[in-house]
DNA sequence: CTGTATAAACTAACATGTTAGTCAACATGA
DNA sequence: TCATGTTGACTAACATGTTAGTTTATACAG
């Protein structure tokens, strides 16, 4: 069992973010657990999180009380507070309920969409193949993320993007861990290709068959990849 | 805008609950508000509940932040907290959100399930037919609370109940409302049967659709109830 | 009577002091 | 060497003091 205290150095200064304390306090930690700058295991110490951002314990308490709901620390009571552990447990759960509103989600999407969205679509879709022409992995990561983001967004549902981001936080970490697979992003591309042409063909049936195709293709990566560092998965 | 104070007197004593302080102080006032105890628009004042629990502001505002953002309360930074109106396009969406993990709960149990599990099932509706005989509503809402989180534990997925519960907590205080309405217990047993037979068969598809005719019974129900109680709903 | 400025009262948010539970180091005995 | 008991440092949880933003009541001008 590793003891290493997290490096606060790799914090964001509070005045990166909005909001109240509690919240910027919040929104840099789990910026460094996401990312992995806080490395499982390690002990999180209010005192210097307070110290380098120059705030109380009181919002570093409600920041830390938020990531232990989220399951992205482990607080044991009267002790310590540690960045949790990847576990496949909780990422296989978290692709699970992922997977379940993205499903519900691009059904209702393929049902309902109007031609404005239709075409909001298939414009994000098409800088997709450009950033996938020029090689750029991480503006292709970014277009990911707002092609997902967007049809949740079009459900009308403004609690959907959020609810899923909460559930798959685990999942986010895990996808750090993946290097860029050569053609992947090619097959990503035509992945997402297919769940547009459902969308606007509206046949929720085939567009859920595609986003399920589509999601599929993280699980087994994730899987391999805890062969590589156990070192980060939990040990209980 | 009524101006009305929660009325303290219906919170529950922390000693009926377990946890930390301010887990119990989060379920006192989670009860009161999920059983329309403290009704939409009364403004919480965490003098009056330090004073009734007998515990200083930190567990009460860690409770606070914790219904805050479950969407229950309505903090006004600064200012004041209400217990938060009901809305329809919370409701919705929270039926929604409900309906996709249900769907895919379901499904994966319907593939998934051990004979121990369908046992258990069956014993669970067979109970349920019981009460309905009786005419015991109160017993009936229990055993029908239980078949839900039955079917979600057998996903094996733990935080799934925890998730859904989250998600529909405005669905579950709407169903406060709810008059017991002749002949429904009827009919609710008859879909959870089918959706067992479903499950019996190993037949997602089937099950799915059980249980998406089973959902979709309570919408309605809950529309009707705002048009004759718009003083619970929000009037921004 | 009405719109506006002002101040006083109230509250969430934040800071800091205190308590009590946990854990690891160390000592003691087998 | 190893099991076990004790002690002390450390921390989360809780209590309390302080700050600053908001609301509301009130005074005053038009």
Redesign the pocket.
Known sequence: ?T?TDIDVTNLREIGAFEG????RVYLALQEAILSLQFLPGA?????LICEKL??????V??A??RLSNEGLVD???????RVAYFSMDDIREGTFLRQALELASIAKVARDRTDEQMAQLSRNVRLQALLVEDGDFAGFYQADEEFHAMLMHFTGYPRLKTVARMVSLQVTRARMLLLPTPGRSNETLEEHQAIVDAVREQNPEAAQEAMRHHLGQLMPRIEALAEKRPDLFQSR
């Open positions: 069992m003891n109240s304390l509690a919240q002990v999180v110490r209010k005192g120059g705030v109380s314990r009181s919002p308490s409600e830390i009380a607080v044991v009571p009267q002790s310590a507070t």
